[in-house]
Each structure stands twice: as structure tokens, then as C-alpha cells.
């Protein structure tokens, strides 16, 4: 049929790719299996790692990088990231109703952080040139051009771990398997 994507240990992972597997688990506290699969190929886990840590670095709070995360996650229709982000998003001190919101594609309770949201899913529905008025909007809301900016930095992220675990059907850790999603129909 395919090609396999392995989900590989530190002992069997490139070498290149072991100082980043050891990245995430201090970060982490373990090895997820998104960057167990990224780790066959050390440019991309590189790649991921590296975009993860800058967005990490970004202007915006733990709460409004998990609703560029979880906007893109539910918008690429990634089962792994959305459970994954539902645990960031707890984490990160979001309210439960804007969590369940994210992962039901539905409005979020705070104006601002919807304005954060509907700029991100317009970026993503119309390949990076957003009607102005969801551009307006994300203005006043009271984000700034860097912050635009640093939405497309989130996006970057996404797509490399929306994308490759679209294609591997990287399996669900079990840290996260309560949280497990599926998209819901569109109405």
C-alpha cells in the first residue's frame, strides 16, 4: 500500500535527531509521538521543534497561541493536534467553554480572542489573503502587525504537524487519549 511512517525510539531514531528528541521530553515530560515520526527525518523534526520554540517566543499569551493552534488543528481536521491542544489550551488557564468551542469550530466567548480566531481561520481559508474585513477586525481588537505576523509563525507550525500527521495517521498517545476528537459535521 504505503510507505510506513515508524514511530521511533531514541535508541533507533537518526542521530541527528536525538539531542531534539531529548528537547522534547525534558519539555514535555515524554516523547509524543508526532515528534517520535518526525524524528526519521532530522530537517523536519528540526524544522518543527525550531517553529514550535519560536512561536513559543511570540508576542502572544498561552491562551491566544493555543487559539492559533487549535483554529488551524480544527481547520486541517488533525485528530492528533486537537486532543494534543484541548490539554495545552487547560494548561495554558483557557476557559472550558472557549476549549469545547475550539474544538467545535464555534465562536469563542471573548471578542478579542474570536478576532484572533476568525483572522486565523481566514488566513487558512483563503491561502494567506484574508478578506479586510477579518484583518479590520483583528486590528481593532487591539493586535498589531507584528502579531499578524506572528499568527502566520503559528501557522507554519500547524501546517508542518497538521500535514505530516495527515499523512502518517500518527497514532493518539495515551497522555492525551481522553481528549480524543473527531471533526464534527458541518451544519
Known amino acids: 500500500m504505503g510507505q510506513d511512517f515508524p514511530l521511533l525510539e531514541k535508541a533507533s531514531a537518526p542521530a541527528a535527531s536525538l ?3 531529548e528537547e522534547v521530553e525534558a519539555d514535555f515530560g515524554m516523547i509524543p509521538n508526532l515528534e517520535r515520526m518526525l524524528s526519521a527525518s532530522p530537517p523536519a523534526l528540526a524544522g518543527y521543534v ?80 484574508p478578506p479586510e474585513e477579518f484583518t479590520q477586525r483583528f486590528f481593532e481588537a487591539g493586535y498589531t502587525a507584528p502579531q499578524a505576523l506572528e499568527v502566520v509563525l503559528g501557522l507554519a507550525t500547524k501546517l508542518m504537524s497538521n500535514y505530516a500527521n495527515g499523512i502518517a495517521h500518527t497514532p493518539l498517545d495515551s497522555a492525551v487519549a481522553s481528549l480524543a476528537w473527531e471533526k464534527p459535521p458541518v451544519n
Open 50 to 129: 525550531r517553529l514550535w520554540e519560536l512561536f513559543e517566543n511570540s508576542s502572544f499569551n498561552g491562551v491566544e497561541k493555543q487559539v492559533v493552534y487549535q483554529t488551524a488543528n480544527f481547520e486541517n481536521n488533525c485528530t492528533y493536534c486537537v486532543p494534543w491542544h484541548s490539554f495545552l489550551s487547560q494548561k495554558a488557564g483557557m476557559k472550558e467553554e472557549d476549549n469545547t468551542a475550539l474544538r467545535a469550530g464555534t465562536p469563542l466567548s471573548d471578542p478579542k480572542l474570536e478576532a484572533l480566531r476568525l483572522f486565523t481561520k481566514a488566513l487558512i481559508d483563503h491561502r494567506g489573503h
Open 19 to 21: 539531542p531534539l528528541l
